[in-house]
């Protein structure tokens, strides 16, 4: 281990004199989880800046002036938003800025920092440690995650920054003691036990602690005066006016992605990125197979895509704001229509034989003056029946997405907040159908009724026109068994529960399909826009508030309901050759699932010291109906009888050190 250890450290000293030439990335961005974007949303509405393009992160450099642009309003700011303003360039200007930093400053700001002034060129190398504890109060449930981050930032010149890292993660990762819907994994590609051969999870809640890596490397540039952002990154993204959005949003997974944000005129925006997607290799959560591929099975992957989204706004009004966006998320391949930055997806998805996934919208926000703002964002993957607005809302092959809210800035605190919202998600939102291709056909007439796939899929035509399917998951899962279909007609089209292998039977003969691409929203087994699962509805309540001394306090309550109809998991996908055997929507009248969650976050940041501390609290009934049986894509679902309430304590812990 001191081998490595001194190897490691050869490494970072070459690192350093490497860049001792090359600031500490003053246009890198900054992630869209940290507490100043709530403060500029508050700013806007009270016209203390002027109204910001709706697609995050920002760079540094930017919000550096945004806080400036505020602070010098001093007659329109308290005396704790000036001490809250002050706090955020004062950390911003130490994480961003150009001041030299020696080793003697290494455990006072965690990094040591050269600057070359003649050249206006310099890097910072240092270290962010973080740890959060969650425990399930009552149970012995707990998560735990720790990471320490090393870093090389720099800027190169005026218009180029840098910002080359790396986590490394020792974590315990329990899905149980989070909202299913907040649930998130921190890692990239797998976890693995270092100490033990390398030992990889393959299942949740992981019963032992497993090491990962996380990394948000990032090439950033900024010309024009700032009216033209250029950006190449891994990062978390956030597009749209809501507390996450439709189309990316910020609880999402990072998305390796080259961006571009360009300010047209004063009163036009417009946002264009194409991104890499990635898998998570991990069997199951709880028993349910994860949405994702997994590393034993390299030869066919599935997740196999990459993401192209742009959007555009126009200021129609000095208060109101109209954006139109749309994205795809397309297989893996050369596609010079979806690399281009102008084209415009939908028409070029339909020039490429529809084979992807296109999700188009619009969102409008209204400001009133000092008083609120008001936003409403539709989106929509398919479009099939237009005629009244009920036959537009409730036909089953438009599939639909709306979002609504208020955001009313009070005077309490620093530049706090009070946020109303809805979203609805209609069935099969996010999800789409994979591409199936026919692999083999099988006679049962023949002495040979049995087949095993090239990917490990072993199907076998009984006597009795029963067709037994064991998938390489199944055998991986102990469940060697798999699963029968039953055929009943001379012609007749089957499918497994999870509509990955179809069975076409003509007689004796039946053609095997199996799945060889899937194009749903997703980005490392996770949802890509707002984090619900299909066919859900949810209400949300938040307070942002800020009080002096470093204190700031998150409070929601969110009532999370889900419809069972149809199309109610991801996993699920339309048969649209099929669509007219599907019933209106009538998402209150077959409700499964409720949810009421209360949570209220305290963090406090220490004075003097590089330290941030946080702790909150959640509550959550829920009350629902087990699912007994369903179709591929949901229907004729067979639920129990409604369940006792359940309630969940759920206590959270943290600190970040050099942050």
């Known amino acids: 281990m001191s081998g490595i250890l001194k190897k490691l450290s050869l490494v970072l000293v070459l690192m350093v004199l490497a860049v001792v030439s090359l600031s500490a990335a003053i246009y890198s961005s900054v992630p869209v989880g940290h507490r100043v974007y709530r403060l500029l949303d508050a700013a806007e509405i009270r016209g203390l800046i002027d109204h910001q393009i709706a697609v995050r992160p920002y760079s540094a450099d930017k919000i550096i002036k945004l806080l400036t642009a505020i602070q010098a309003q001093d007659n329109k700011i308290s005396s704790i938003e000036r001490q809250e303003l002050s706090a955020l360039l004062a950390e911003f200007t130490l994480s961003y800025g150009k001041e030299a ?128 952002s250029l950006r190449w990154g891994s990062i978390k993204r956030d597009w749209g006016p809501g507390l996450n959005n439709l189309l990316i949003s910020g609880s999402a997974r990072t998305i390796d992605g080259v961006e571009a944000d360009v300010e047209l005129t004063n009163w036009l925006r417009y946002s264009v990125m194409t991104g890499s997607l990635g898998i998570f290799s991990l069997n199951s959560i709880d028993g349910v197979q994860f949405y994702s591929d997994w590393m034993g099975d390299k030869s066919n992957y599935r997740f196999d895509n990459n993401l192209s989204a742009h959007r555009v706004e126009v200021d129609v009004l000095p208060n109101l704001t109209l954006s139109i966006y749309e994205s795809v998320v397309w297989k893996k391949r050369f596609e010079l229509g979806y690399l281009n930055p102008l084209a415009i997806y939908m028409f070029e998805q339909n020039n490429l034989g529809d084979l992807d996934d296109v999700l188009a919208g619009v969102d409008v926000n209204y400001t009133l003056p000092g008083k609120a703002r008001f936003y409403f964002a539709a989106a929509t993957s398919e479009m099939h029946d237009i005629g009244s607005l009920k036959t537009m809302l409730t036909a089953p092959r438009n599939i639909l997405a709306f979002q609504a809210g208020i955001v009313i800035p009070l005077n309490i605190g620093s530049f706090s907040s009070l946020t109303f919202q809805w979203t609805y998600l209609s069935p099969f939102f996010y999800s789409h159908y994979p591409t199936l291709e026919k692999v083999a056909t099988i006679d ?161 940041k220490l004075p003097d ?16 109906r087990d699912i007994i049986s369903s179709d591929p894509d949901g229907r004729n679902t067979l639920f129990s009888d409604w369940n006792s309430p359940t309630f969940d304590n759920a206590l959270s812990v943290g600190a970040k050190i050099f942050f």
């Open 444 to 604: 049962s007439s023949s002495t040979d009724t049995s087949i095993t796939t090239d990917r490990d899929n072993t199907i076998t035509v009984n006597s009795s026109d029963t067709v037994n399917v064991v998938t390489k998951r199944d055998v991986k899962n102990g469940n060697e068994t798999g699963e029968d279909l039953t055929f009943t007609n001379e012609n007749e089209t089957q499918y497994t529960s999870d509509g990955r292998i179809k069975i076409v039977k003509a007689g004796t003969s039946y053609a095997i399909y199996e799945t060889t691409k899937e194009s749903a929203y997703v980005n490392k087994g996770e949802n890509i826009g707002y984090p619900l699962n299909p066919n859900s509805q949810e209400f949300l309540v938040q307070l942002d508030a800020v009080f002096g001394e470093g204190w700031t306090t998150t409070s929601s309550l969110k009532y999370q309901v889900r419809s069972g109809q149809y199309g109610y998991d991801i996993t699920q996908y339309m048969f649209y050759s099929n669509y007219a055997d599907y019933e209106e929507k009538n998402f209150w009248a077959n409700t499964f699932e409720h949810s009421v969650t209360l949570e209220m976050e305290v963090g406090k």
């Open 101 to 228: 930093h020696g080793p003697e400053d290494l455990l006072s700001t965690g990094f040591i920092r050269t600057y070359d002034q003649q050249n206006d060129v310099g890097a910072s190398l240092g270290v962010e440690l973080s740890t959060t504890q969650t425990f399930l109060l009552g149970t012995d449930e707990y998560d735990s995650r720790n990471q320490a981050l090393f870093f090389l930032k720099g800027d190169l010149g005026n218009h180029i920054s840098l910002n080359m890292n790396f986590g490394l993660l020792v974590d315990k990762i329990n899905n149980r003691v989070f909202l299913p819907t907040e649930f998130t994994i921190p890692c990239e590609g797998f976890y693995m036990q270092l100490l033990n051969g390398g030992s990889q999870l393959a299942t949740l809640p992981a019963t032992a602690f497993y090491t990962g890596l996380s990394m948000f490397p990032e090439l950033s540039g900024s010309f024009l005066d700032g009216k033209v």
């Open 609 to 624: 010291m590089p330290i941030k501390i946080t702790a909150s609290y959640r509550f959550t009934t829920t009350w629902d």
